[in-house]
């Protein structure tokens, strides 16, 4: 069955202790090494090609952002939620409100939904469950979370930063099953990988990929994509970071600063995994897998076997999102609120759009012939094309 730039880092025990890191490249996730006046600046950009007809359709308003929130598509509704617990549902195409409302909470990750229910992780580590703007009910979990729940089947699945997966009944919140595995001293606080392929529900737990019965937490695979090296805890770092590609049964990830990877995920079968330098997740189809590097370069490799297709080191040091397919081109926002629009090709500029001169966060996301980003001072903007 189908069911549906700041990265700090947290330590993990008996509770989670923020710990400082600051961004040395815009948005990128690194250790801060240099003073703010030695940082690399961002190369001036060319003219904008305007070679893609893509103009503004619509904006609107949501609570301040956070690098937990990310907006999420069912068909042609686009939900996204705000740090102050606001939350709103809306319809692509025109621009306006299905519903809205708050849950009067300070939320650290969501929406995850169906198209039904949606869910949201409080500060407190609380999921919260609405039902088309209704809350259903509230249920702690054993850990922060910075990863959106996953709504999939009636379940309302979550990645708690412990590295624990629970599986709630989405009706009622029941804890249906919760699974643990050990994971390292140190996790990033921003989103990592849940996602449903078939009948399995594929995560992200430290270098690794897994592979779990949705019904009951048991493990039926698992693949590595990155092994931890180094002398101390932030040298072993290799989070699998959010979001996954995925194309048909093959799924595409990031591991901190350390690799990118394909794993076949109905056998569970590592394809390739290929170092590369980055901090946010991937897009991709069936030829290329699309990612944005810490240094700002933008790169394609082939779904096959690995090897770059093409690199664009023309935006560098811009901090840059995750990547979102956008017909023949790739869609990226960045740290001033500008989105990049490049060829799938070969990494061209094709388009340049504005939005409020805040970051983007998160990646953009299409729904239905709507490209939309939110920035980081809650502008929600839908952006369409011939």
């Not at 305007?50 to 949501?62: C, G, H, K, M, S």
């Amino acid at each position: 069955m189908n069911f549906k730039k700041n990265r700090p880092l947290a330590s993990v025990g008996t509770g989670f202790v923020a710990i400082v890191l600051v961004a040395t490249l815009g948005g990128c996730s690194t250790l801060n090494i240099f003073s703010s006046n030695d940082k690399p600046k961002s190369p001036a950009l060319p003219a904008n090609p305007a070679q893609v007809a893509v103009a503004q359709a619509w904006t609107a308003r949501i609570g301040p952002q956070a690098p937990g929130l990310q907006a999420r598509v069912d068909g042609s509704t686009v939900t996204v939620a705000g740090t102050d617990g606001s939350i709103a549902a809306i319809d692509a195409p025109s621009g306006r409100d299905l519903w809205r409302t708050t849950v009067k909470a300070t939320l650290a990750a969501g929406p995850g939904t169906d198209g039904k229910l949606t869910a949201v992780a409080t500060q407190i580590g609380e999921i919260v469950v609405l039902d088309g703007g209704r809350e259903l009910w509230r249920e702690k979990v054993s850990a922060q979370v910075y990863t959106p729940p996953l709504v999939a089947g009636n379940r309302v699945f979550v990645l708690a930063a412990d590295r624990s997966v629970s599986a709630f009944d989405g009706q009622s919140g029941r804890l249906l099953w919760r699974q643990q595995r050990a994971g390292e001293p140190l996790v990033l606080k921003q989103p990592g990988v849940i996602l449903a392929v078939g009948d399995t529900l594929v995560v992200g737990q430290s270098g690794r990929l897994a592979g779990l019965n949705p019904n009951s937490g048991a493990l039926r695979w698992e693949a590595p994509i990155a092994t931890p090296r180094g002398i101390n805890d932030i040298e072993r770092l290799v989070d699998l970071v959010g979001r996954a590609a995925r194309n048909g049964s093959t799924v595409c990830v990031r591991a901190f600063q350390t690799a990118v990877g394909c794993v076949d995920a109905e056998r569970g079968g590592l394809l390739w995994s290929k170092p590369a330098n980055g901090a946010e997740g991937l897009d991709g189809d069936g030829s290329l897998v699309f990612g944005t590097e810490a240094d700002g370069k933008v790169v394609a490799w082939r779904v096959g076997d690995g090897e770059r297709a093409w690199t664009n080191d023309k935006l560098l040091y811009r901090g840059l999102t995750a990547p979102q397919i956008l017909g023949r081109g790739i869609a990226i926002g960045d740290h001033t609120g500008l989105v990049h629009i490049l060829s799938r090709e070969d990494g061209a500029t094709l388009n340049r759009l504005n939005t409020d001169g805040s970051a983007i966060i998160g990646s953009p996301v299409r729904a239905g012939g709507t490209l939309v980003v939110v920035t980081s001072k809650g502008g929600v903007y839908g952006f369409r094309g011939d």
